[in-house]
């Protein structure tokens, strides 16, 4: 049984590998990300539960470092302060805790990136709709269908998938992915 999980992770993400339109949308979105840095601005990740955990990883790797000791670089996962968010589900919905804070910290030229396996996350849909509204580009990683967000996001990744876990893999390896790229030609040049 593990030797067909491993397995199926790696037909995931082969499948990826062998998909030259999706290889050039992660591409678009390193080009995106370096932009928004370059110009100052920042970039807000959001997902629930594993996708919560994915987005906090990431922004991390922003905000943090990757591979090069180098300055932080603006990035946020907005689940991260619980006090917000379970005031703002308690006294509004679940549905806006997201939108809510994009409204709040969200500007013209910063990016959203939502995670959503199924790709229909209200949270998240409300969300990628307060980014739009604000002039932010959007970047939203699901499975393979794309989901409601599909239709709303400047840029699909959608994991060619309906395992929940190996999108999520996958969705960790892409990311890792832009954070690279991202860093290298920030930092590198």
């Given at each position: ?5 491993i ?10 590998l ?18 928004a ?44 302060n ?38 229909n ?9 307060m ?35 190996r999108?999520?893999?996958?969705h ?5 992915i ?12």
């Amino acid at each position: 049984m593990i030797k067909q999980i491993i397995e199926a992770s790696i037909a995931t993400k082969a499948k990826i590998l062998a998909n030259p339109q999706l290889l050039a949308i992660i591409e678009k979105v390193v080009d995106e990300t370096v932009k928004a840095f370059e110009n100052g601005n920042k970039v807000l990740f959001c997902g629930n539960g594993g996708s919560a955990a994915d987005a906090q990883h990431l922004a991390a790797e922003f905000s943090g470092r990757f591979y090069t000791d180098r300055d932080p670089l603006p990035s946020e996962a907005l689940h991260c302060n619980t006090s917000y968010l379970t005031a703002v589900a308690n006294d509004y919905s679940y549905d806006i805790v997201y939108s809510r804070m994009v409204k709040g910290m969200g500007k013209n030229g910063d990016i959203l990136i939502g995670l959503s396996t199924s790709g229909n996350s209200v949270n998240i849909l409300k969300a990628v709709e307060m980014a739009k509204e604000i002039g932010m580009t959007t970047v939203c990683l699901t499975g393979e269908t794309g989901g409601k967000m599909k239709e709303l996001c400047d840029y699909l990744i959608n994991v060619p998938s309906t395992d929940t876990p190996r999108i999520q893999e996958s969705h960790i390896m892409i990311g890792h992915i832009i954070c690279q790229l991202t860093e290298e030609r920030l930092f590198n040049n």
